[in-house]
DNA sequence: GCGTGTTTAGTTGAAC
DNA sequence: GTTCAACTAAACACGC
């Protein structure tokens, strides 16, 4: 009997829970993030089940990204402009599923309120960074005290966030590469600062999203690299735990389904 | 108008 | 039997 391979489902619902899937369409992007409708395109490439009734599975898939805290929302960045938000995966979301199989969750991830506040208050933050962005960029005229008075900016620290009790979550400090973030206020103020030297040369800070391609920038806006530093910061603290090990995509006796490298 | 995002409510099935 | 995760439907708000 031949065994089952990600496309052999063919109008066979996958096994695979709305969560897993989205999980999968996100850890699948080369940035780890991506907006609903390529979550949408990533499930209807791979599953041909899901290109019919879209309707109902979609309105499901949407409720699960705002249900479940295991999902994040990111604001798009300045420059790039769109509808709708990114969607990434929150680093403690990593135990959910049992031996890194999507094929089954081992509880429900739940932020704490604090956790969930904080996170909320720099995600915020950030929405309204770019709307500043966006109102300087259209020659409106920008709250600049609010801006340098860091009203705009988060003066917290992203990671590690306290947790209250120990999380099981798996060990992927091995496949990070060796490279310390560098140390710098997470401020609007400090990320208008330059980039200070660093002493020793070291990989480029993981994850950045995307090269800067800023068709504005000549000299460069320091707005612009402002926002593009914060997104840096801000998706380097929610995924430094988990990156870069990928879902691999295995075959076992009796499933196929992807799972946490290790 | 349509896509996106949030929220509420009900049902189902598996695990405990 | 109870609890919990998952699924589905629906309504509504918001922004592009």
Not at 86 to 106: K, V
Not at 202 to 212: H, I, L
Not at 227 to 240: C, V
């Amino acid at each position: 009997m031949p065994r089952p391979t990600r496309d052999s489902y063919g109008d066979q619902k996958p096994p695979f829970s709305y969560i897993a899937l989205t999980a999968m369409a996100i850890w699948s992007s080369p940035e780890r993030m991506l907006p609903l409708s390529e979550i949408y395109r990533f499930i209807t490439d791979r599953f041909p089940y899901y290109r019919r009734n879209t309707q109902r599975w979609q309105n499901s898939l949407r409720h699960n990204l705002s249900f479940n805290d295991c999902f994040v929302k990111v604001p798009r960045r300045p420059d790039r402009p769109g509808k709708g938000a990114y969607w990434t995966l929150h680093p403690q979301a990593f135990d959910m599923f049992e031996n890194g199989s999507l094929l089954r969750r081992r509880k429900r991830f739940k932020l704490h309120k604090g956790e969930k506040d904080s996170l909320n208050a720099e995600l915020a933050a950030l929405a309204t960074f770019n709307r500043a962005f966006l109102a300087r960029q259209a020659n409106a005229p920008l709250p600049s005290a609010s801006l340098s008075s860091g009203m705009y900016a988060p003066n917290v620290t992203l990671c590690p966030r306290p947790s209250p009790e120990p999380i099981e979550v798996p060990d992927t400090s091995a496949l990070l590469p060796a490279c310390p973030r560098p140390r710098r206020a997470f401020t609007i103020d400090a990320l208008l600062e330059p980039e200070p030297s660093r002493s020793s040369p070291s990989p480029p800070v993981q994850p950045q999203p995307t090269p800067p391609r800023c068709p504005l920038a000549l000299p460069p806006n320091p707005y612009l690299v402002a926002a593009q530093r914060y997104h840096a910061e801000l998706l380097a603290g929610l995924q430094q735990s988990c990156l870069p090990p990928l879902w691999t995509w295995r075959d076992t006796s009796q499933f196929s389904h992807y799972t946490l490298n290790s």
